[in-house]
T-cell receptor, first 112, second 114 residues
Framework: GDSVTQMEGPVTLSEEAFLTINCTYT??????LFWYVQYPGEGLQLLLK???ADDKGSNKGFEATYRKETTSFHLEKGSVQVSDSAVYFC???????????WGAGTKLIIKP | EADIYQTPRYLVIGTGKKITLECSQT?????MYWYQQDPGMELHLIHY???????EKGDLSSESTVSRIRTEHFPLTLESARPSHTSQYLC?????????????FGPGTRLTVT
């Protein structure tokens, strides 16, 4: 069945460091892929998305490229800030219905 | 900014009480979802609806029930709350048409059953 695997957290970085959070998926066809962010005490917010191979989603300095050949959608940011501390979720849309399949989430901690 | 609302934001209640968690959206979305999540942890789909009078159970078994009488409203009810129901409950909606599949989330209800 379809699945999403994210790197385990917590990921701890210093401010201004380069960020990569790995996400790989298993799915048939060409699923749409998403990154969501959840700040403490809040619901999830859509961060970026990509709907076909080689698409690059970007928002707020974050980027992710849909790589069909490696079935990956890694999240990157060139210079993180303390305010980026949150939990990040990778997700894909199931081919058979409207539901999203979620990764387990990766907690990111940025130290000043 | 997504227009999806949940009330209450926080609820502390005793064992055996009946509770209803409210969720409303003003985007006219057909698809709505309830997730259960321990804070910052994995999301578990417990109920979903693809339109009025349509409800289905999700992947995680739950003792809660839902209804969808109006497009904008998708309440979740627990007939008899137990400490094991202590968790965060997130409501979401999506358009699900024209290739637009992303879900929009409410702020969540943090439920504590004592």
């Amino acid at each position: 069945g379809d699945s999403v695997t994210q790197m385990e957290g917590p990921v701890t970085l210093s401010e201004e460091a380069f960020l990569t959070i790995n996400c790989t998926y298993t799915a048939t066809g060409y699923p749409s892929l998403f990154w969501y962010v959840q700040y403490p005490g809040e619901g999830l917010q859509l961060l970026l998305k990509a709907t076909k191979a080689d698409d690059k989603g970007s928002n707020k300095g974050f980027e992710a490229t849909y790589r069909k050949e490696t079935t990956s959608f890694h999240l990157e940011k060139g210079s993180v800030q303390v305010s980026d501390s949150a939990v990040y979720f990778c997700a894909l849309k199931k081919d058979s219905n409207y539901q999203l399949i979620w990764g387990a989430g990766t907690k990111l901690i940025i130290k000043p | 900014e997504a227009d999806i609302y949940q009330t209450p934001r926080y609820l502390v209640i005793g064992t055996g009480k009946k509770i209803t968690l409210e969720c409303s959206q003003t985007m006219g979305h057909d698809k709505m979802y309830w997730y259960q999540q321990d804070p910052g942890m994995e999301l578990h789909l417990i109920h979903y609806s693809y339109g009025v009078n349509s409800t289905e159970k999700g992947d995680l078994s739950s003792e809660s029930t839902v209804s969808r009488i109006r497009t904008e409203h998708f309440p979740l009810t627990l007939e008899s709350a137990r400490p094991s129901h202590t968790s965060q409950y997130l409501c979401a909606s999506s358009e699900g048409n024209r290739g637009v599949y992303e879900q929009y989330f409410g702020p969540g209800t943090r439920l504590t059953v004592t």
